[in-house]
């Protein structure tokens, strides 16, 4: 296998080195999903885990996404450490059940008897002309949901670090990779060893607007805050990394210095997690803002095959520049 | 293999005892139902005894047991106290699961209890890696899954079975065939009734057996979880069964007839066993007399102990949503 020097790496590389360490680490730990073993992952991830851990910690399993849930489940219960790959949010639908009904309650409906240390990583997003049924983003669902924790990992040192502290909660964790960042290339500080997976990070500082956003969106967004820095407006990136729960202290105290926002998710904008965002704004800050609040969000479409249309369909860094500049600087 | 099962006195007595400690504790519960004390769906087990007392003969502390909505006689047979039973039934604090579950969601970490599952096949996956874990950790460990023949037309009861076979773990898959789903019969559902014909597509052994009769699941069940310890995979169970009762309390029972009923209320388990014991001299009209007294001093105390239950405080309702730390 062909390792990067150590402090620089793609996303990819950092996904891995977090499931590596993690099997190094913990023998109760092991990988189990669709291909993550003699095929590598269908994103790579896994590649040379299965040669380097054998078949009993890396498992291929059948094509039975609920089963997959559902074992990860009682193994977690049962004592171990598991981490399930789904290979991509869409196909978790078959697992609904079990992550719905199951992981997310049963330490609730027990009384407290039962946890379900258990992390499932999945990849959500568009952007590669895979057209709808591999294109979804569908975090913002299963942040809905109480008993569950959702992230999502927009940077190399979260890839890298999340998986760790995920794997140290007790409760069940579903991790959100978005497709287009498994290339993306950056460093890694070393002196940073773990990460908080309670709070939201500020990417960027600015005082004129605070951009929440949070995934595959990120880049976006702070590509977004360059153009506008170019024409004078200061946009602050709020990362929100955890979905569930969202850290309402690092969001508020961010807008209620800039006190204008717009809110970037790939999900649809209808009950989407910008709608709950823009919802606790309204509620909690309303009298702090100084302009309506601005959401880019998917179109209201399954996500087109073709390039052009796939483009227009997702939230892109003209649509950013756009909003902002349209709560900044109103016509 | 223990095919052949010795019953004396005082084992056939424990086989009653058991049955008759269900039967006696769920018609409370339909009489404190409709009193309306106790409230949610109420999904009756008389008839079915059978099945989870003899399947729970095979089982020590190590093992783990996933039930359904219909729970109630597998948290008794497992060894649940009928007090924390009753009161979660109530909703009280000293429920099994806090007064959170209710009827359908008994789960006790104790005994490895893994509660009632709700949703129709939803538990045969949480079986599968209960099981994964076992083979691992605690070899030598089985999970039962209990599962009535409904279950056989989800999605989730295939991906179970053959996970759980192509990875030889230690499950034991106890089907309930009771012949309704509801109201849908059994051939209404299935393509083909013989749900013991599911097992062979997953290359998993199995037997089919008469679920009315204690003695025939506990030989069945002895065999399966003999088989199961000595790490041969998992095993299937199709108890042939039927509820004397509605599916739940909500049910006119439109879709069988009374003489239906009657046919199989002629199998019923715990008055054959009586009058089986009675006859072959291995228990005394003074001995039932005893047992049933204490069963119902026993039914008697659960009530009591639901009834001087304490409501736990809405400041807790948010507690146990996401845990601190994972249990020891
Ligand atoms: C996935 C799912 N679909 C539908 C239901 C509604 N439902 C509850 S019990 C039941 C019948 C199940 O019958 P069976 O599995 O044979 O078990 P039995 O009630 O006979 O013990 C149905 C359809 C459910 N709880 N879960």
């Known amino acids: ?331 | 293999m223990s095919a052949k099962l010795m019953i004396d006195r005082s084992h056939g007595q424990h086989l009653f005892r058991e049955m008759l400690r269900i039967r006696r504790f769920e018609a409370k519960c339909m009489e404190l139902y409709q009193a309306q004390t106790i409230r949610g769906f109420l999904h009756l087990y008389d008839g079915q005894e059978a099945v989870a007392v003899g399947i729970m003969q095979a089982l020590d502390e190590r093992d783990a047991v996933v039930a359904t909505y219909r729970d109630h006689g597998h948290a008794i047979a497992r060894g649940l106290g009928m007090g924390p039973i009753m009161a979660e039934m109530y909703g009280k604090l000293e429920g099994c699961s806090r007064g959170r579950g209710g009827s359908m969601h008994l789960f006790d970490r104790a005994s490895r209890f893994l509660g009632g599952n709700a949703i129709v096949g939803g538990g045969l996956p949480l079986a599968v890696g209960t099981a994964m874990a076992d083979q691992q950790l605690h070899p030598g460990a089985a999970t039962v899954c209990f599962f009535g023949e409904g279950a056989a037309g989800e999605g989730e009861f295939h991906e179970s079975m053959n996970l759980a076979a192509l990875w030889k773990l230690p499950v034991l898959f106890v089907c309930e065939n009771n012949l309704y789903a509801m109201g849908v019969p059994l051939e209404v559902a299935e393509a083909d009734t013989e749900i013991i014909h599911k097992a062979k597509g997953y290359n998993m052994p199995g037997e089919q057996v008469d679920g009315m009769n204690p003695v025939a699941v506990e030989v069945a069940a002895r065999r399966a979880v003999e088989s199961i310890r000595a790490g041969n995979g998992p095993w299937f169970l199709e108890c042939r069964t039927y509820r004397f009762r509605a599916h739940s309390m909500f049910d006119a029972q439109q879709y069988r007839t009374k003489e239906e009923v009657a046919h199989w209320k002629e199998r019923d388990p715990i008055v054959r066993m009586q009058a089986w014991l009675l006859e072959a001299h291995l228990m005394t009209p003074a001995e039932l007399d005893e047992i049933e007294a204490a069963v119902d001093t026993e039914v008697a105390a659960a009530v009591a102990f639901a009834e001087a239950g304490t409501w736990e405080s809405v400041d807790e309702l948010e507690r146990f949503v996401t845990m601190d730390e994972v249990p020891s």
């Open chain 1, 1 to 331: 296998m062909n390792e990067q020097a150590p402090d620089r790496m793609t996303y990819r590389e950092a996904c891995r080195q977090a499931i590596r360490d993690a099997l190094i680490r913990d023998p109760r730990c092991f990988v189990m999903g669709e291909d993550v073993g003699l095929y590598g992952g269908c994103y790579a991830v896994t590649k040379g885990l299965l040669e380097e851990f054998g078949p009993e910690r890396i498992r291929d399993t059948p094509l039975a996404e609920s089963v997959i849930t559902g074992a990860g489940i009682g193994a977690a219960i049962g004592g171990l450490r598991p981490v399930v790959e789904i290979m991509t949010c869409n196909f978790s639908l078959l697992a609904l059940d079990q992550i719905v009904n199951n992981a997310a309650t049963i330490a609730h409906m027990s009384g407290g008897q039962f946890a379900v240390p258990l992390v499932i990583r999945m990849a959500t997003g568009g952007g590669r002309q895979l057209a709808a049924q591999h294109s979804h983003s569908l975090e913002g669902w299963y942040a809905h949901i109480p008993g569950i924790t959702v992230l999502a990992p927009g940077t190399i040192e979260d890839a890298r670090l999340m998986l760790a502290a995920a794997l140290a909660d007790p409760n069940p964790v579903l991790i959100f990779e978005h497709v287009v960042l498994y290339n993306a290339e950056g460093e890694l500080d070393p002196a940073i060893t773990s990460v908080d997976i309670r709070k939201a990070r500020i990417r960027r500082e600015g005082r004129d607007l605070t951009i929440l956003t949070y995934g595959g969106s990120l880049p976006k967004a702070l590509a977004a805050a360059g153009e506008l820095a170019a024409a004078g407006i200061e946009a602050e990136i709020v990362d929100l990394r955890v979905l569930r729960p969202l850290d309402n202290e690092t969001i508020y105290a961010s807008v209620g210095r800039t006190r204008r926002c717009v809110i970037v998710d790939e999900g649809w904008r209808s009950g989407s997690l910008s709608a709950e965002l823009a919802a606790r704004l309204a509620e909690d800050l309303f009298f702090e803002l100084d302009a309506p609040i601005r959401r880019v969000c998917t179109r209201e479409v399954p996500i087109p095959y073709a390039a052009h249309m796939e483009d227009a369909a997702l939230p892109q860094v003209a649509d950013i520049v756009e909003a902002a500049r349209g709560l900044v600087r109103p016509e």
